[in-house]
């Protein structure tokens, strides 16, 4: 069993950048693959960036690569997001979530085990 805990949203201007974490519960964190997946208002949650378990393997929606950063502290069992050049349309709510499947196949909803509560960012124009 794996508690996700997510912090770090806000609200921010158009071009800002912000950090979003998620702390895990349990000695087997480094075992999951973790990823980021997020909600805007009256659409579908969708992929957003994952990591392996090491950290070596990252991977990022089109939407977000070469903006977002994923990366992840084992000793401190926590991943963080850092999101840079922020625009309005990322607004959303942010999850964190756990999956025992490799990075490279985990950029599905379903593939995920455990979920955080969310955590809301919002960037204003």
């Known amino acids: 069993q794996v508690q996700l805990v997510e912090s770090g949203g806000g609200l921010v201007q158009a071009g800002a950048s912000l950090s979003v974490s998620c702390a895990a519960s349990?000695?087997?964190?480094?075992?999951?693959?973790m990823g980021w997946f997020r909600q805007a208002p009256g659409k579908e949650r969708e992929f957003v960036a994952a990591?392996?378990?090491?950290?070596?393997?990252?991977y990022y929606a089109d939407s977000v690569k070469g903006r977002f950063t994923i990366s992840r502290d084992n000793a401190k069992n926590t991943v963080y997001l850092q999101m840079s050049s922020l625009k309005p349309e990322d607004t959303a709510v942010y999850y964190c979530a756990a999956t025992s499947f490799p990075a490279v196949l985990a950029q599905a909803q379903r593939q995920y085990s455990y979920w955080g509560q969310g955590t809301q960012v919002t960037v204003s124009s």
């Open positions: 990591i392996s378990g090491n950290g070596g393997i990252t």
């Open positions: 349990g000695r087997t964190f480094s075992s999951y693959t």
